[in-house]
């Protein structure tokens, strides 16, 4: 949650890797929202983190309207192939 608090005035941070960390849904959703006005990171790993379909769809909304994060890691989650065809969708 401070992670989240702290990214939301970040202006410095480029690069993020949360890799192998018990991330889960309300983590992800916490970065999505944090991360929705936030021009700053370009890098955000994610792989391993227990992620599922609510988590991958709050980051694929935050991405709607962050164009600076370029790079965004989801391997080795718990996400189902709707959900993955949804996000990837959402990309183009």
Same mark, same amino acid.
């Given at each position: 949650?401070?992670?989240?608090?702290? *990214?939301?005035?970040?202006?410095?941070?480029?690069?993020? /890797?949360?890799?192998? %960390?018990? &991330?889960? /849904?309300?983590? $992800?959703? $916490? *970065?999505?929202?944090?991360?929705?006005?936030?021009?700053? *990171? &370009?890098? *955000? %790993?994610?792989? &391993?983190?227990?992620?599922? /379909? $609510?988590?991958?769809?709050?980051?694929?909304?935050?991405?709607? =309207?962050? =164009?600076?994060?370029?790079?965004?890691?989801?391997?080795?989650? &718990? #996400?189902?192939? #709707?959900?993955? /065809?949804?996000?990837?969708? %959402?990309?183009?």
């Amino acid at each position: 949650v401070a992670l989240c608090e702290a *990214l939301k005035v970040n202006y410095t941070l480029k690069h993020i /890797d949360l890799n192998n %960390s018990e &991330i889960r /849904d309300e983590g $992800a959703i $916490a *970065l999505g929202t944090a991360l929705k006005d936030n021009h700053c *990171l &370009i890098t *955000l %790993s994610l792989a &391993i983190c227990q992620i599922r /379909d $609510a988590g991958v769809q709050a980051l694929g909304e935050m991405l709607q =309207t962050n =164009t600076t994060l370029t790079y965004l890691e989801l391997g080795a989650n &718990i #996400i189902t192939n #709707i959900t993955a /065809d949804a996000f990837y969708k %959402s990309l183009n």
